[in-house]
């Protein structure tokens, strides 16, 4: 509020309020157990958060972190009194479970900035591995005897990418995300 009393020479002014709002800083996300089934994503703001998930927010998600079970895009916000931040930067996250000898092909990390490794099954023979690119790009292929390859991702632009590997059994398509 603001006010400005009278004297001799000036009539005193009428009190005019104003408020005026600081934003909190945007929100940066940080990802841990990222190879298991619930992955925990932390928000740099200790306080005041808002999840949300493919867009729309996760109700009671109001918490500093938020331990996920479903594959989508989550981001936060953050609000100080009536004040509200930027939204995060979107975090994707595939969800892929545990490698067990139900799961025959694993993918990790998922997601990946540099190499993405592929766990393939234990069966005797030629594996071919290919990665295509959501649009349908192939974008790289390994074909092995061995059960693990290793591909250079780092060039790859940020996004969804299929992992498809052939056996002669079998096809398997798995998905990971590129940061």
Not at 87 to 99: A, C, H, P
Request: proline content about 5%; glycine content about 8%; some cysteine.
């Amino acid at each position: 509020t603001a006010s400005q009393s009278g004297n001799s020479n000036f009539s005193a002014a009428t009190p005019v309020t104003q408020s005026f709002c600081i934003k909190p800083s945007k929100p940066a996300i940080t990802v841990s157990d990222g190879n298991t089934p619930s992955p925990t994503l932390t928000s740099s703001a200790g306080s005041g958060n808002q999840w949300f998930l493919n867009g729309a927010a996760i109700s009671g998600s109001i918490n500093a972190s938020i331990k996920v079970t479903q594959a989508g895009v989550y981001k936060v916000q953050s609000t100080a009194d009536d004040c509200v931040s930027a939204f995060s930067d979107d975090q994707t996250l595939i969800i892929t479970g545990d490698l067990t000898e139900n799961s025959p092909v694993g993918i990790f990390p998922n997601p990946a900035k540099e190499l993405i490794s592929v766990l393939l099954p234990e069966i005797a023979g030629y594996k071919s591995v290919s990665i295509f690119h959501m649009d349908g790009k192939k974008m790289d292929s390994q074909e092995t005897s061995g059960h693990q390859v290793t591909f250079h991702v780092a060039d790859y632009s940020s996004g969804l990418y299929v992992i498809k590997v052939i056996t002669d059994k079998s096809t398997y398509a798995l998905r990971f995300a590129k940061q």
